[in-house]
């Protein structure tokens, strides 16, 4: 990917903060996003950021550095949202 990093956050709609996963390849940065959208319930958003730090509306911002790790978490937003 070069040293542009894209970033990809799942927020519930109305409520403070997000988790946010930094894709490790660009595979990653294609695939990810379709199979959130997936699996994500009505509520829950998925956005591709390329850098969050501008992007304060969707701060505090959790960092998951593990795909699995982030895929879980948005699985249990789900159920929240």
Same mark, same amino acid.
């Given at each position: !990917?070069?040293?542009?990093?894209?970033?990809? /956050?799942?927020? /519930?709609?109305? &409520?403070? #903060?997000?988790?946010?996963?930094?894709?490790? *390849?660009?595979?990653?940065?294609?695939?990810?996003? #379709? *199979?959130?959208?997936?699996?994500?319930?009505?509520? =829950?958003? /998925?956005?591709?950021?390329?850098?969050?730090?501008?992007?304060?509306?969707?701060?505090?911002?959790?960092? =998951?550095?593990?795909?699995?790790?982030? /895929?879980? &978490?948005?699985? &249990? !937003?789900?159920? =929240?949202?």
């Amino acid at each position: !990917m070069g040293d542009k990093k894209i970033y990809i /956050i799942a927020k /519930i709609f109305d &409520k403070q #903060g997000c988790i946010a996963y930094l894709c490790k *390849t660009v595979n990653e940065a294609r695939c990810l996003p #379709g *199979t959130l959208e997936a699996l994500r319930a009505d509520g =829950v958003q /998925i956005v591709i950021l390329d850098d969050p730090d501008i992007y304060s509306e969707y701060a505090p911002y959790s960092y =998951v550095n593990d795909m699995k790790e982030f /895929i879980d &978490k948005v699985s &249990k !937003m789900n159920r =929240v949202a």
